[in-house]
């Protein structure tokens, strides 16, 4: 329902941001996706994180910025070998909502990677002066995207950061995710990015010479706070953010050998006896309506960036 106020002068104003809409117009979405592709490809063939700064913003924007200040660091003259990235058969899930910010959806089909994925993208806006920005980007296989619910009109459903009709609210997946990596447990269904990284976290803990530590935190608010989509069978498509800190420590008088460039370019200090990675990754999961038969999130994509280095 629209809510109307009596101003002093006898005006009668809409206050929108109460009013349940979709998050924008079909239009608007496309020229949010052309704007950003094309600050994407100029920040990317330049190797310039400036260039797409006011178009990325979250998980994306961390990532997506300290790759370019590596790319930066090591090729200074740009990147001559980048393919522009191409979107194209775009498909828009735009939720109706009230309030601020608002998001929504695209999947594409990209120039880039395997013929069977699609490029799911999240843009959220935090007010109507504000540009949409890219928060959130998954590449999963086209089979793997759920049917999501929408109404006669074609609008999708956005669900509530603590719906409590899900097996987990979305706003408190970040923080499960970062117990699970540290406790286990079986609030995420086994997979690569589940049951194999805590193996391999164990596998890599110990070596000759080198103990390496883990430290993973949630993040949970502004253009980091998670979104979710209403999926048909009553469950939610949850986007969400979360921050992982790596820790070498060498015994004396073992050298810490860093050869990766991007870590070199990103790294402050001198790895003398230590070397912490910090890290963001965006994840992309299907969490179960609370009377599902399996109640078990299960992980569709999750993309990690090196973020920051530093030795000590």
Request: hydrophobic share 35%; glycine share 10%.
């Amino acid at each position: 329902m629209t809510v109307l106020s009596v101003t002093a002068g006898g005006c009668v104003v809409v206050h929108g941001e109460r009013e349940v809409l979709p998050g924008a117009t079909r239009t608007e979405a496309a020229r949010a996706l052309k704007d950003f592709s094309t600050a994407y490809n100029e920040a990317n063939a330049a190797n310039d994180p400036t260039l797409d700064a006011d178009r990325v913003t979250g998980a994306l924007g961390d990532i997506d910025g300290a790759k370019l200040k590596a790319g930066g660091s090591n090729q200074p003259g740009g990147n001559p070998g980048y393919l522009p990235l191409k979107l194209t058969g775009t498909e828009f899930t735009i939720p109706e909502k009230a309030g601020w910010p608002r998001w929504f959806v695209t999947e594409s089909k990209a120039n880039k990677g395997r013929d069977e994925d699609r490029w799911l993208l999240v843009f959220t806006r935090g007010g109507p002066d504000e540009v949409w920005e890219v928060s959130y980007l998954t590449i999963l296989p086209g089979a793997d995207i759920p049917e999501f619910a929408k109404d006669a009109d074609g609008w999708a459903q956005a669900v509530a950061p603590d719906a409590a009709d899900l097996a987990v609210a979305p706003r408190a997946l970040p923080k499960a995710y970062a117990a699970y990596l540290r406790d286990g447990g079986d609030t995420f269904a086994p997979g690569t990015h589940t049951t194999k990284w805590r193996s391999d976290r164990t596998k890599n803990a110990s070596r000759p010479g080198l103990a390496q530590q883990y430290i993973d935190e949630p993040l949970t608010s502004g253009d980091y706070a998670p979104v979710a989509l209403r999926t048909a069978d009553g469950g939610a498509l949850v986007f969400f953010t979360t921050r992982h800190y790596q820790r070498q420590t060498s015994a004396r008088g073992v050298p810490i050998d860093v050869t990766n460039t991007d870590v070199k370019a990103l790294m402050t200090g001198e790895p003398k006896q230590s070397l912490t990675l910090e890290s963001v990754s965006n994840q992309a999961v299907l969490d179960p309506a609370k009377g599902a038969a399996d109640r078990q999130v299960r992980f569709l994509g999750r993309i990690q960036g090196l973020t920051g280095a530093k030795g000590e």
